[in-house]
Nanobody, 127 residues
Framework: DVQLQASGGGSVQAGESLRLSCAVS????????VAWFRQAPGKEREGISC????????YYADSAKGRFTISRDSAKNTVYLQMSSLKPEDTAVYYC????????????????????WGRGTLVTVSS
């Protein structure tokens, strides 16, 4: 079965950094997109950044551009989300998901639904 395990959340001060990890196992194809979403209290889940394992195309939401970087260690089947200059409004539960195809915009923008999800990891940013 496909498994995704997110880790790396924690509590930081505004302006600090965190790196989230998403370990992916047993995905049925080498061509898939890994997505980072987040959900803040009282808000809808939001696509933050997505990356294709096939061509390394990436997508960033406006809220992530310039501060967050998505990367992948293919040997470890792990995708990272490096978050810098964190703000209190970044406080949320962060989830990683994956689905087939090189479609980062399609999945991150919400046009496509993602079938495989890991448990979330909480990021708390205090001012």
């Amino acid at each position: 079965d496909v498994q995704l395990q997110a880790s790396g959340g924690g509590s930081v001060q505004a302006g600090e950094s965190l790196r989230l990890s998403c370990a992916v196992s047993a995905f049925p194809t080498d061509d898939y997109t890994v997505a980072w979403f987040r959900q803040a209290p009282g808000k809808e889940r939001e696509g933050i950044s997505c990356s294709s394992t096939f061509n390394n195309n990436t997508y960033y939401a406006d809220s992530a551009k310039g501060r967050f970087t998505i990367s992948r260690d293919s040997a470890k089947n792990t995708v990272y989300l490096q978050m810098s200059s964190l703000k209190p409004e970044d406080t949320a539960v962060y989830y990683c998901g994956a689905d087939v195809g090189a479609r980062p915009y399609y999945y991150c923008s919400g046009y496509g639904s993602i079938r495989y999800w890991g448990r979330g990891t909480l990021v708390t940013v205090s001012s």
